[in-house]
């Protein structure tokens, strides 16, 4: 179960990545769903809910690193609970 507060990602090849802002309740089958707030490619804020088994907990990684020409760059990517 995801807390409010914890940072997911969805799972599918195009994924968005948010966090956690609320729960509903499907009333005529009990299932969960996930209230997730992300920004969208032109950065316009949105809410969207899934429902749990399309998503997992994640937790971004930025490493520093230096490129071909000596510069530093930084390097981010996820790591999967």
């Known amino acids: 179960?995801?807390?409010?507060?914890d940072t997911v990602i969805q799972v599918l090849p195009a994924a968005i990545s948010g966090t956690v802002c609320g729960y509903a309740l499907d009333q005529s089958?009990?299932?969960?769903s996930v209230c997730v707030a992300y920004n969208?490619?032109?950065?316009?804020?949105?809410t969207r809910y899934f429902a749990q088994s399309e998503l997992q907990?994640?937790?971004?990684v930025t490493t520093a690193a230096t490129?071909?020409?000596g510069a530093n760059v930084?390097?981010?990517g996820?790591?999967?609970?």
């Open 1 to 5: 179960m995801f807390k409010n507060g």
């Open 40 to 46: 969208d490619a032109t950065g316009a804020s949105h």
């Open 29 to 32: 089958t009990g299932g969960v």
């Open 74 to 76: 930084s390097i981010t």
């Open 67 to 69: 490129d071909a020409s």
């Open 78 to 81: 996820n790591v999967t609970a």
């Open 57 to 60: 907990a994640y937790t971004p």
